[in-house]
C-alpha cells in the first residue's frame, strides 16, 4: 500500500478518536457543573459557555505559533505534542473542583491542541496533489464520524459511569491516537533544509502569504463558513421543541438533528473530494456553497421535526465539500515549506468564526424569529460563494489560459 494511503488511515482513525473524545463531554457540561455545586440555572448556562468557548480562545491566537514551529522541525511532531498534550488536560478536567479550574484547563487544552490541522498539513505535504482532494474529503469523514458518535457515547456513559471517568476515558482515547500516529505514521521531511531557511515571527509568516492573493481569501471564506452554520447551532434544540413539544423524546430528537447533517457530512465528503480531483476544488467549493445557502431555506419552512431531519440531512451533502476543498485549495496555493503555518492561520479563522457565530446567532434570535435565522445563515452562505467565485475565478481564468 502506497505510504500516502497508510497515512490517511491512520491519520483518520487519529481524527475520529480526536473528535470523538473532544466532543463526549458536550451532553452533560452544564451538569457537571452542577455537580460542581453551581445550580442557578442563569449562571451555569453562562459558564457553560463561557468554558465551551475558552478552548476556541486560545486555539484562535496560538495556532500560528505551533504551525511556524511544525514548518521548522516537522508537522508529525507537533502532532504528537497536540495528541498527548490534549490527553493530560482532558484527564486533569476530571479533578476539577470548580467552574474555574474546568475554564482553565479548557484554555490549556486550546492552547497546546492541533492535533487535528497538524494532521491535515502532515497529509497535505506527504500525498499526490492528484489525489489531493480525496485524501482531505476522507480525513474531514472521520474527524466528522467522531462529532457525530462522541455525543452519543458521552450521554451514554454519563448514565453507566457518571460525569468524572469520561474525562479520563477521554484522555485515553487521545492517547491511544497519539500512540498510533507515533508508531504508524511517516513524514517526508527535510530537516536540514527548514533549518537553513531564516526564522520569521507570525506576522512576517503571515504578511508573506496573503502576498499569495488566494490565501486571504480562503482564510475568509473559512470564518464565514463556520460563522454562519454555528450562528444556527445553539438554537436548534429550541427549534425542535417548537417543532415538537416537550415531552421524553425532546432530548432525543434534539440530538439526532444535529447527527443527521454530520451524518449526511461524512459520506459525501469523500465522494465530493474524488470529484475535486477531477473538475477542480474551486468548482466543488462554490457548487457547495450555493448548495449549503439553497439547503438553508427548507429549514425555515418545516412544519414538524421529521421535516427538519429532512432538511438538515440534505444541508450535510452540502457541507461535506466545503472544509475539505478550502483545505485542498490552501495546499494548491502555499509555497513550498510554508504549509503548517498557512494551514494554522487557516485553524485561527476556524476557532474566531466557532466562536462569533454562536455568539451573533444568539443575539440575532432577540430580534428576528427562530426560522428567519436559517434565512439569515442562507444568506452569509450565498455572500460567501460569491466571494470565492470573484476571488477564485481569476485563476481559473489564468490557469485555462495557460493551457496549450
Not at 482553565?104 to 499526490?128: D, I, Y
Not at 494554522?344 to 430580534?367: R, W
Request: aromatic share 10%; charged share 10%; proline share 5%.
Amino acid at each position: 500500500m502506497a505510504r500516502w494511503k497508510i497515512n490517511l488511515i491512520v491519520l483518520w482513525t487519529g481524527q475520529f478518536l480526536v473528535m470523538a473524545g473532544m466532543t463526549m463531554i458536550v451532553p452533560f457540561l452544564p451538569l457537571y457543573l452542577q455537580e460542581l455545586g453551581m445550580h442557578d440555572e442563569h449562571e451555569v448556562a453562562l459558564w457553560a459557555g463561557m468554558i465551551f468557548a475558552g478552548n476556541f480562545v486560545t486555539s484562535f491566537l496560538v495556532q500560528p505559533l505551533w504551525g511556524g514551529l511544525a514548518d521548522r522541525y516537522g508537522r508529525k511532531v507537533m502532532l504528537l505534542r497536540s495528541g498527548f498534550g490534549m490527553a493530560i488536560v482532558m484527564a486533569l478536567m476530571g479533578f476539577a473542583g470548580t467552574a474555574w479550574h474546568l475554564l482553565l484547563l479548557r484554555m490549556l487544552n486550546g492552547t497546546v491542541s492541533g492535533f487535528v490541522p497538524a494532521g491535515v498539513a502532515l497529509m497535505s505535504a506527504n500525498t499526490p496533489r492528484e489525489k489531493m482532494g480525496f485524501a482531505m474529503g476522507t480525513l474531514q469523514s472521520g474527524a466528522v464520524a467522531g462529532s457525530i458518535l462522541g455525543p452519543f457515547m458521552g450521554g451514554l456513559m454519563a448514565e453507566w459511569v457518571g460525569f468524572r471517568p469520561i474525562f479520563f476515558i477521554t484522555g485515553a482515547l487521545l492517547f491511544a491516537a497519539s500512540m498510533l500516529a507515533a508508531w504508524l505514521v511517516k513524514e517526508k521531511f527535510d530537516a536540514k533544509e527548514a533549518a537553513s531557511r531564516p526564522r520569521q515571527s507570525m506576522l512576517a509568516s503571515f504578511n508573506e502569504l496573503r502576498l499569495t492573493r488566494q490565501l486571504p481569501s480562503l482564510y475568509a471564506v473559512t470564518f464565514l463558513i463556520q460563522f454562519s452554520l454555528l450562528s444556527v447551532q445553539p438554537l436548534l434544540p429550541l427549534f425542535v421543541q417548537k417543532l415538537h413539544g416537550q415531552d421524553a423524546m425532546l432530548a432525543f430528537y434534539a440530538g439526532m438533528v444535529g447527527s443527521v447533517t454530520g451524518l449526511s457530512n461524512m459520506v459525501a465528503s469523500p465522494i465530493l473530494g474524488r470529484v475535486a480531483d477531477r473538475i477542480g476544488p474551486e468548482r466543488i467549493l462554490i457548487f457547495c456553497l450555493v448548495g449549503a445557502a439553497i439547503a438553508s431555506v427548507p429549514q425555515a419552512l418545516v412544519h414538524n421535526v421529521w421535516q427538519l431531519f429532512a432538511a438538515r440531512f440534505f444541508l450535510g451533502i452540502f457541507l461535506g465539500g466545503l472544509l475539505p476543498t478550502v483545505n485542498a485549495l490552501i495546499r494548491k496555493h502555499t509555497p513550498s515549506g510554508m504549509e503548517s503555518r498557512s494551514y494554522s492561520f487557516n485553524s485561527s479563522a476556524l476557532s474566531l468564526g466557532n466562536m462569533l457565530g454562536p455568539v451573533v446567532g444568539g443575539a440575532v434570535s432577540g430580534i428576528i424569529t427562530l426560522q428567519q435565522i436559517f434565512l439569515f445563515s442562507g444568506v452569509l452562505l450565498l455572500i460567501n460563494a460569491f466571494w470565492a467565485n470573484r476571488s477564485l475565478a481569476p485563476i481559473r481564468s489564468e490557469d485555462s489560459s495557460s493551457i496549450p
